[in-house]
Structure formats: structure tokens, C-alpha cells
């Protein structure tokens, strides 16, 4: 089992910049492929981006392609994602997310991911 837990958010400028980190329990980190998520009220929760388990492969969502940049450091047990051009669609809670599958392939459904983080809200001001 891994607990995670996100940090960095906070309210931010439009076209400013965050780094959000998820740092995680355990000796399996990199056992994980890492997936970001975002909800905002009202709407589904939305994947983000996500990352494989050796940290080679990252995928990133078309609407913050570009913008978002997600990596992970496994001697420390953290994910990052690295967001810039901030818009106010981006608003949002951000959560981290792991889950048990060893490949490369995107995995964007909430289903595949075992464990979640608390959230960290990501506010974008004008």
C-alpha cells in the first residue's frame, strides 16, 4: 500500500507558474506508473498527465499539452508536475494518483488508479 500526498497549490496569476509535488509512503514507489488528475467544481475528475514507473515515459492531456511538464524522482519517492501559462480553466483540485501496471501505455481512466492522494487546489486569478 502507498499513501500520497500533494503539495504546492495555491492561487497563482494567470499565465504565472506552480509546481506541484506528490510525495509518497513506502519502499515501492517505483513500483507505481503516477498519474495528476484535476476536478473542478462541478465537473468529472480529469486525467492529466501521467508517468511511467522508470520515469521514461510521460504522457500529458491535450488541453495543458505544452504547458504542463510531469516527473517523478523515485530516490525521493515524488512526482512533480510543473505547470505553466496558467489559464483559468486550469483551476481546479489536483490530485495525485498511483497505480499497479508495469507498461507505458497512457493510462487515463480513474479505475486504474489504486490509491489517491487528498488533493491540493490550484487557484488562477485574473
Known amino acids: 500500500q502507498v499513501q500520497l500526498v500533494e503539495s504546492g497549490g495555491g492561487l497563482v496569476q494567470a499565465g504565472g507558474s506552480l509546481r506541484l509535488s506528490c510525495a509518497a509512503s513506502g519502499r515501492t514507489f517505483s513500483s507505481y506508473y503516477m498519474g495528476w488528475f484535476r476536478q473542478a467544481p462541478g465537473k468529472e475528475r480529469e486525467f492529466v498527465g501521467g508517468i511511467s514507473r522508470s520515469g521514461d515515459v510521460t504522457h500529458t492531456a491535450d488541453p495543458v499539452k505544452g504547458r504542463f511538464t510531469i516527473s517523478r524522482e523515485n530516490a525521493k519517492n515524488t512526482v512533480y508536475l510543473a505547470m505553466n501559462s496558467l489559464a483559468h480553466e486550469d483551476a481546479a483540485v489536483y490530485y495525485c494518483?498511483?497505480?499497479?501496471?508495469?507498461?507505458?501505455?497512457?493510462?487515463?481512466?480513474?479505475?486504474?488508479?489504486?490509491?489517491w492522494g487528498q488533493g491540493t487546489q490550484v487557484t488562477v486569478s485574473s
Open positions: 494518483a498511483a497505480a499497479i501496471y508495469s507498461g507505458t501505455i497512457v493510462q487515463r481512466r480513474t479505475s486504474v488508479y489504486a490509491y
